[in-house]
């Protein structure tokens, strides 16, 4: 059986520390708390050598939901649609963002944080 994951929860965005593996629902309780952009990419190659605004240009033309990356409250939002225990299952199973950095936003002047999320199909939500 393994050891129950305990992953950072650090509650404002000058808690993130690129590095830092933490737990997605602290994510979302600085993104209700205060102003910033929590953007989640799916491939590593990408969050570390790219940069949102040239991804955005680049992926622009797809709908949010098909891009490497994606906004961590439509992230939740979809995940909860898609499965009405996603909120259950995080308790019993945490998901941990890895932060791969911290950045201002050009556009909007607030914090933008970019996060690694792990293989979801390495992880059992049932």
Do not use: W
């Amino acid at each position: 059986m393994m050891a129950e994951q305990k992953y950072a929860f650090p509650v404002v965005c000058s808690g993130l520390t690129p590095g830092m593996v933490a737990d997605i629902r602290a994510l979302e309780q600085i993104c209700v708390r205060e102003p910033c952009e929590i953007i989640l990419y799916f491939e590593p190659d990408l969050a570390y050598h790219s940069t949102y605004e040239k991804d955005c240009a680049e992926y622009g033309k797809f709908a949010e939901h098909e891009r490497p990356f994606i906004p961590l409250p439509l992230f939740l939002e979809i995940q909860r649609e898609m499965n009405p225990a996603f909120d259950n299952a995080l308790q019993s199973i945490p998901l941990g963002i890895t932060i791969v950095r911290v950045e201002m936003s050009k556009e909007a002047a607030i914090p933008r944080i970019i996060g690694l999320l792990p293989f979801l199909d390495e992880m059992d939500m049932s």
